[in-house]
C-alpha cells in the first residue's frame, strides 16, 4: 500500500516539475530588465532623503553587482557593475574604488569597459585571483552579441602597472577570449569565480544552465590563459534554472581563521554559493569537494535547491567573497537592490547599493555560516546609548532615544523566562516559507513568546515602521525561531515592493535569550539575528519616519514579558572619504 502510493505520489511529483519546467523554458529570461528609454537618461539632482549615509555607493545612478574584490599591496579593491549615465540598468562598465579599511573610499577611473569585439555589448560580472608573485588578474564576461541573445564569453584583464596600489589602468589583451561556450547556452554562461590552483592546474567556475538544470561549469588550465573544460561540472542541480554568481571557497571548521581560496589540507570544508536567477535570492551548501574527481558533494545537513540556506532571506543578490591575507579573513559583499519603482529611481538618481561587507565563518555545528559585519564599521560609531534590564510586557514599545534613529547600529540581547508560552506551530506551514509565514504571523498578531524585537525607521506614531522581530513556536521535538523584517507598514508611499522578508534560526535557546543587530542606513535596515546565524536585508522608504523624524523602539506582542538584557545603540557617521 504505501508502495503504490509512493509511487503515484512520484508520478505527481514528475508531472508537476514537468509542468514547470515547460512553462519556464519558454518564459523570459529575468536576468536583467532593460528600460532603453531611460538608460542614457542623467541624474540632474541626486535626491538624498533615502540615500543610504555610510553603506558603500556612488555618488549617482545604478549600481549592482560587487566584482573582483581583493586586497592589493596595503589597499582594498571593489570593482562593481554600473551604469555611468543613468540610474537603471544598462552601459554597464566595472567602476572601481580602493580603501585601506573598507569603510572610507576613494573612487578611481573606470577600469573595464566595452571597447573590444569580446567585450564590446557589455562588461558583466566577474573576479580577482592573485597570481603567484602577487599578481592580481581579473576574469569578467564579456557581451559579444546585441540583446536578446547576449552570447557570453569570459575574458581577462591584466594591470598596466604592477606598481601602482591603486591598479588604476586595466589591459585587455588581444588573446581575449579565453574561454568561449561550446554546448553550454552561450546565453546563460557568465560570471566566473576566482580561481583555485589545484595539483598543477588553475581551476574556475561558470554560472550555466542546462534546460532548467542549474550548472557551475569547471575549467581547468595551467597557464591561466589555455583553459579545458571539465568532462562534468563541478556541481549541477536539477530544476534550479539559471546560476549566476557562483562563488566556491574552503572554510575552516575549527578555527576562526578565513581561508584563500587555494588552501587545502586537514578540517576544510567547502561552500558552493549561487544566485539563482529565477527566485533573486543565493543559496547556499556546506560540502566536500573531491579534488581527484573535481566534484563538490553537498552534506547531507544541507539543502540543496531553492529550500536551502540563503546567505540572507531579503533584498541581498549577486554577492562575492575574498580572502583577506591582512586580517586572515574571508569576506563577503553583497548588492542590495531597491524596492522603489524604476520611475523612482530615475527621479532620485541613484540606484542600489553594496551591504556592509561581512566576515564568513563556519558555524561550530557545521551546518551553516555565520556572518557579522567587519569590525571596521565601529570606527563610524558615534553617540551611544544603553537600555538594559527593561522589562517589555505585552503589547508594550519602549522609545530609545538619544541617537539618530535613520542612522544606526544597534546591538541587543533579549531574554525571558521561559518557552512555555511559545505557540505551536502549525503543521501546514510547513510547506510555506519563512517570509508567508512572516506575512501570517507578523508583529501585529499576538503570540505567546514573541512577537519582539525592534521597530527601526519607525514614525513617532507608528504611522510607519519597520519591524525586526523574533517569534518562537513549539513543534513536536524542539522550538522554531521565525525571524522577520517586516517592510508592509514601511511607508506610506505606494507602489513600493514590501515584502515580509523571513528566515529561520537554527539556534539553543537553553540559556533563553537571543540576540539582534540591526544597521539602519535611512532606507537600507540589515539584521543579524543571533550573532549571524541568519541575516536579513529590507530596503525600505518612509516617508513620515526620515532624519529627525524617525524613531527606534524596542517591543513586545507576545503574553510572555521579555527583558532587554542589554541594548547598545550609536549613531552612525558617515564615513569621511565616500566616492
Ligand atoms: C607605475 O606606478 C608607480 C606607482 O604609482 C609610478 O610611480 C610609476 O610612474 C608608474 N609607471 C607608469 C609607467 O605609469
Ligand atoms: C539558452 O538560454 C536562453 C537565455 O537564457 C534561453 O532563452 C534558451 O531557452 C536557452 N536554451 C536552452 C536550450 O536551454
Ligand atoms: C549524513 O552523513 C554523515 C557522514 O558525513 C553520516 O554519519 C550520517 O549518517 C548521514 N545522515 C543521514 C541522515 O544520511
Ligand atoms: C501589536 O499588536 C496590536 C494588536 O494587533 C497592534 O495594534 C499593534 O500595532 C502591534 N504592534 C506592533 C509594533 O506591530
Ligand atoms: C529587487 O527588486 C524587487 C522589486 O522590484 C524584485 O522583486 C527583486 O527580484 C529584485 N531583486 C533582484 C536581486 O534583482
Not at 25 to 42: D, K, Y
Amino acid at each position: 500500500m504505501a508502495l503504490v502510493f509512493s509511487r503515484n505520489y512520484t508520478v505527481l511529483i514528475l508531472l508537476s516539475i514537468f509542468l514547470f519546467v515547460s512553462l519556464d523554458i519558454n518564459g523570459v529570461e529575468s536576468t536583467h530588465r532593460v528600460f532603453l528609454e531611460f538608460q542614457s537618461v542623467p541624474a540632474v539632482n541626486v535626491k538624498l532623503v533615502h540615500k543610504p549615509a555610510y553603506h558603500f555607493q556612488p555618488k549617482k545612478h545604478w549600481i549592482n553587482d560587487p566584482n573582483g574584490p581583493m586586497f592589493y599591496k596595503g589597499y582594498y579593491h571593489l570593482f562593481y557593475q554600473y551604469n555611468p549615465q543613468g540610474a537603471v540598468w544598462g552601459n554597464i562598465v566595472w567602476a572601481h574604488s580602493v580603501s585601506k579599511d573598507l569603510i572610507n573610499w576613494l573612487a578611481l577611473e573606470t577600469a573595464i569597459s566595452p571597447s573590444k569585439p569580446f567585450d564590446k555589448y557589455g562588461c558583466w560580472s566577474g573576479s580577482a585571483t592573485i597570481l603567484p608573485g602577487n599578481k592580481p588578474i581579473i576574469l569578467y564576461t564579456g557581451i559579444v552579441s546585441p540583446e536578446p541573445e547576449s552570447t557570453q564569453v569570459q575574458n581577462y584583464a591584466v594591470p598596466a602597472n604592477y606598481s601602482d596600489p591603486f591598479l588604476r589602468e586595466w589591459i585587455k589583451p588581444d588573446n581575449n577570449p579565453l574561454v568561449t561556450a561550446h554546448s553550454e547556452n552561450s546565453s546563460a554562461f557568465r560570471d566566473p569565480t576566482t580561481a583555485w590552483f589545484d595539483g598543477g592546474h588553475w581551476k574556475m567556475l561558470v554560472g550555466s544552465r542546462r534546460k532548467h538544470r542549474g550548472m557551475a561549469y569547471l575549467y581547468r588550465s595551467r597557464d591561466f590563459m589555455n583553459w579545458a573544460k571539465s568532462p562534468h561540472p563541478l556541481h549541477s542541480k536539477a530544476n534550479t534554472g539559471m546560476w549566476e554568481c557562483p562563488d566556491f571557497y574552503p572554510v575552516a571548521q575549527e578555527s576562526t581563521k578565513g581561508l584563500d581560496t587555494s588552501e587545502r589540507g586537514e578540517n576544510i570544508k567547502h561552500v558552493l554559493k549561487v544566485s539563482l536567477d529565477e527566485t533573486r535570492y543565493e543559496y547556499y551548501t556546506i560540502g566536500t569537494y573531491d579534488r581527484v574527481k573535481d566534484r563538490y558533494v553537498p552534506d547531507n545537513t544541507s539543502v540543496d535547491g531553492w529550500a536551502g540556506l540563503r546567505y540572507d532571506y531579503g533584498n541581498f543578490y549577486a554577492s562575492k567573497t575574498f580572502f583577506d591575507p591582512l586580517k586572515n579573513r574571508r569576506i563577503l559583499w553583497g548588492w542590495a537592490n531597491e524596492s522603489d519603482t524604476r520611475d523612482d529611481d530615475v527621479k532620485k538618481g541613484w540606484a542600489g547599493v553594496q551591504l556592509i561587507p561581512r566576515t564568513v565563518l563556519l558555524d561550530p555545528s557545521g551546518r551553516q555560516l555565520i556572518q557579522w559585519p567587519i569590525e571596521e564599521l565601529e570606527q563610524l560609531r558615534g553617540a551611544r546609548v544603553q537600555m538594559g534590564k527593561q522589562k517589555i510586557n505585552e503589547g508594550d514599545h519602549v522609545e530609545v532615544k538619544g541617537i539618530t534613529a535613520a542612522q544606526a547600529d544597534v546591538d541587543a540581547t533579549f531574554s525571558f523566562e521561559s518557552l512555555d508560552k511559545a505557540e505551536s506551530f502549525d503543521p501546514k506551514w510547513m510547506n510555506l516559507d519563512a517570509q508567508d509565514v512572516c506575512n501570517l504571523m507578523g508583529s501585529t498578531v499576538i503570540g505567546g513568546l514573541g512577537p519582539f524585537g525592534l521597530l527601526t525607521l519607525a514614525s513617532e506614531k507608528l504611522e510607519e515602521y519597520t519591524p525586526v522581530f523574533f517569534r518562537i513556536f513549539k513543534t513536536q521535538e524542539k522550538h522554531k525561531v521565525l525571524m522577520c523584517s517586516d517592510a508592509k507598514r514601511s511607508s506610506l508611499a505606494k507602489g513600493l515592493y514590501m515584502p515580509s522578508f523571513a528566515g529561520y534560526v537554527d539556534v539553543d535557546l537553553t540559556d533563553n535569550k537571543i540576540s539582534l543587530r540591526s544597521l539602519i542606513d535611512n532606507s537600507v535596515v540589515e539584521s543579524f539575528g543571533a550573532r549571524g546565524k541568519t541575516c536579513i536585508s529590507s530596503r525600505v522608504y518612509p516617508t513620515l519616519a526620515i532624519s529627525k523624524n524617525a524613531h527606534l523602539f524596542v517591543f513586545n506582542n507576545g503574553t510572555e514579558p521579555i527583558t532587554v538584557d542589554s541594548l547598545d545603540a550609536w549613531s552612525m557617521n558617515p564615513p569621511s572619504k565616500m566616492n
